[in-house]
């Protein structure tokens, strides 16, 4: 698979700051709550349409399930964060597997104390790829705040504390972040006091470190299953949900891994959920992640991600969708 390359953007690396330093300083002000601006409509993904493979049954640097994965679309790379083994769920320690895009297994880095996993962006930068991702794990596992960590093979990082990291929305407990590299924004999903909140930024407002109000911030609509994921392709938010199977008290029949579309200029279901069967036939299936990349033919893809495999030997499998209307 390949794609065109983007405009190449000088990115500095993590900027490790003191505790005492204010937040208006860093750029990391309140940040508003609601939309300031509406975001062009766009087409969006037909859910209803066929899958198709990117690759099945790959290995990862460990036997754990895949939580998440995201593309640097300069340098062509594909990165999959991974639960660590022998880690408990509420260390929110870290695996990120760099592949190729046959799903050949090239590099690892580990990342202690910083999240869940459930999303991230791996953004280009010169020759390497910086990954925004969540940090400051809280004792739930999952993190408090998003840090630019450049990937370096091999090697293991001990997670910023918070106030050394970025948190761009007042009040928020939780984040996480999936880039959209076609019309260059990020989405970012939080959490506050009165549940998950949706917030779009341009691209360069990670790029710049500095943040401002969001084109679009809204209440993210009740989507019933397990979350499993989301990214942003222009105006619609993707979301998957569902459990693993078959396997015991897991579902049965065509299971119940589903992908819905939220309109972010109204907050609103658009079309979904619809239950994906890309990858039916594989042992342990558990939807795992979303993310978007365009070829160098001009051709958006919505890929979904898969856990696949045995316990004590998960693999990667990944699907895409590619139909616009």
């Known amino acids: 698979m390949q794609h065109t390359p983007a405009s190449r953007v000088s990115r500095r690396n993590l900027i490790r700051v003191g505790a005492g330093a204010s937040l208006a300083a860093l750029g990391l002000g309140a940040g508003a709550q609601t939309a300031s601006a509406a975001v062009t409509a766009t087409k969006r993904f037909d859910l209803t349409q066929p899958s198709y493979d990117l690759f099945r049954s790959k290995n990862t640097h460990g036997p754990r399930v895949q939580q998440s994965f995201a593309f640097d679309w300069v340098n062509k790379f594909l990165f999959v964060a991974t639960k660590r083994s022998g880690s408990p769920e509420s260390a929110g320690d870290l695996c ?8 050949n297994y090239i590099s690892y880095m580990h990342l ?83 549940g998950k909140r949706i917030a779009v930024y341009p691209l ?50 065509d299971g119940n891994s589903y992908v819905t579309s939220v309109d972010i200029n109204t907050g609103a279901v658009k079309q979904g959920p619809v239950l994906t069967k890309a990858g039916s036939t594989l042992h342990h299936r558990e939807p795992e992640g979303l993310a978007i990349y365009r070829t160098d033919a001009g051709e958006s893809r919505l ?7 045995v316990e004590g030997d998960r693999r990667s499998s990944i699907f895409y969708k590619k139909d616009l209307i």
């Open 204 to 253: 360069s407002a990670f790029e710049s470190r500095s943040f401002g109000t969001p084109l679009v911030d809204f209440k993210q609509p009740s989507i019933p299953g397990t979350p499993q994921g989301y990214t942003l392709y222009g105006s619609y938010m993707y979301y998957l949900t569902g459990d693993a199977y078959p396997g015991d008290g897991s579902p049965t029949g």
């Open 112 to 194: 202690n104390g910083f999240g869940h996993g459930v999303a991230f962006a791996a953004l280009p930068s010169g020759s390497g790829t910086e990954l925004w991702i969540e940090c400051a794990a809280n004792t739930n596992g999952y993190g408090t705040a998003l840090a630019p960590i450049r990937y370096t093979a091999n090697a293991s990082w001990n997670s910023p504390a918070a106030s050394a990291a970025y948190r761009p929305i007042s009040g928020a407990t939780e984040y996480t972040c999936s880039v959209d590299p076609v019309y260059r924004r990020m989405i970012v999903r939080y959490h506050t006091s009165a």
């Open 303 to 309: 890929f979904i991600g898969f856990a696949t495999g």
């Open 96 to 103: 990120i597997n760099k592949m190729d895009f046959d799903g």
